[in-house]
């Protein structure tokens, strides 16, 4: 029986991070109203099977990546309130990395998004 109350403890945990991430992060809300907007605009583009495992990764991925940056500057700000150059370059380079796949996203869907948009304009 441990095991499996340990278990249900690891999800009860990570769903409290799921959480405290939408509910404290204002970036992540801001990539909340955006998944929302896409899986709307997906629904409606009628997008294959495929394309939505594409939208799925991005949007997952984006929100791990901001979660991840989230960790990092928490447990930054509890090593030190000073400036430190170290810790300053981590929490950029958490920071890009959300960038990073961001801008990725974006692209997938363009890639998706645009010659659908373009045909409907066209018609």
């Excluded at 249900?8 to 801001?30: S, V």
């Excluded at 583009?45 to 949007?59: T, Y």
């Excluded at 991840?68 to 309130?81: H, Q, W």
């Amino acid at each position: 029986m441990p095991f499996l109350k340990q278990r249900a403890n690891a999800f009860k945990y990570a769903w409290q991070g799921i959480a405290y991430l939408f509910r404290n992060e204002t970036h992540a809300r801001i990539h909340l109203v955006a998944a929302l907007l896409v899986l709307i605009t997906g629904f409606m583009l009628h997008i294959s099977p495929l394309e939505w495992c594409c939208i799925i990764i991005c949007i997952g991925g984006v929100f791990m990546a901001e979660a991840f940056n989230t960790a990092v500057e928490k447990v930054a700000d509890k090593v030190t309130r000073r400036h430190d150059p170290l810790i300053g370059i981590a929490k950029d380079v958490a920071a890009g990395a959300v960038l990073l796949f961001v801008i990725a996203s974006v692209a997938v869907g363009l890639i998706i998004f645009l010659p659908k948009l373009l045909l409907l304009i066209e018609a």
